[in-house]
């Protein structure tokens, strides 16, 4: 291990044990349940409480604090945000700082697209946008995705999800130049996020569906392919307008959601912002965004 990531492990263990300390110190013992009956002289918690509290040992927990050379599990991590009664960020932070990947949680409530994210998905007047869930499923979109994409709110449950329209909708495979290399991407990119969702039943019931339902999803998913395509540039074969070409981001929503904003912005070449301009004019109301 050279000096420089020696020292960075360092710094990190002593922001580590500081940020443990300064939770700590902002919690009282009344609002763990402890009855002190003296009058402490500094605030918060004890060492030895926050270590009784999470069950784990005072000297470890020290050491800890200490920014000494100790790897607490994630198990071990969990027990001590709730005895520091860390919110969802904090214990975000906790994780990070201690280098251990965090638990992805089930979410049994409904996706939501706030309304910050919809004024400005329907601001992007000449740029085709839309909002995917964490298994791929478009929430929203705005009218320039409708003109070109078709109308999302014609589909229901599975069918709008964007796996499902490119391996399974006639329609999504003739607008897609180069469909085989798109649908590739698209799976190998799906695999590397779906990885943290891992048996949820919701992803495992789409999986199956794709599974007997198309014979290239089939025989592609068990090769276990991994990619993360952030941009890339995506040309379309339009019904009426024609070849269209839009270079196209994936914009992570921070906010612990796992949404992204998915956004293609159009190219010169084809005369694509042109087209797109008719496309939006003719466009009827009813399937302009959701």
Known sequence: MDSTTHSAEDSRRRELGAFLRS??????????????????RTPGLRREEVAMIAG???TWYTWLE?????????????????????????????????????????????????????????SLVLQ??????????????????AAVFGDYGLLEGDARNI???????PQHRRLLVDWEELARAVLASFRAESARYVGDPDFER????????SPEFRAWWPLRDVARNLSGVKHVRHPIAG???FEHMSLSIDDGSDMKLIV???????????????LLETLPAERRSA
């Open 128 to 145: 085709p946008a839309y909002v995917l869930g964490r298994r791929w499923d478009v929430l929203a979109w705005n009218s320039a995705a």
């Open 23 to 40: 939770r700590r110190e902002r919690l009282t013992p009344s609002a763990t349940g402890i009855s002190t009956g003296l009058r402490r």
């Open 243 to 245: 070849a269209m070409a």
């Open 56 to 58: 784990v040992g005072t």
């Open 264 to 278: 293609y912005t159009p190219l010169a070449e084809q005369n694509s912002i042109a087209k797109l301009e008719q």
């Open 163 to 169: 796996v499902h329209m490119v391996f399974t909708s």
């Open 66 to 122: 200490q920014g000494r050379d100790v790897r607490p599990s994630a198990e071990v991590l969990t027990a001590l945000s709730r005895a520091l009664r860390l919110d969802t960020a904090e214990q975000r932070h906790l994780f990070i700082l201690a280098g251990r990947p965090q638990r992805e949680r089930r979410v049994d409530a409904p996706e939501k697209v706030d309304s910050p994210l919809l004024h400005m998905l329907q």
């Open 206 to 213: 789409l999986i199956a569906l794709m599974t007997r339902s």
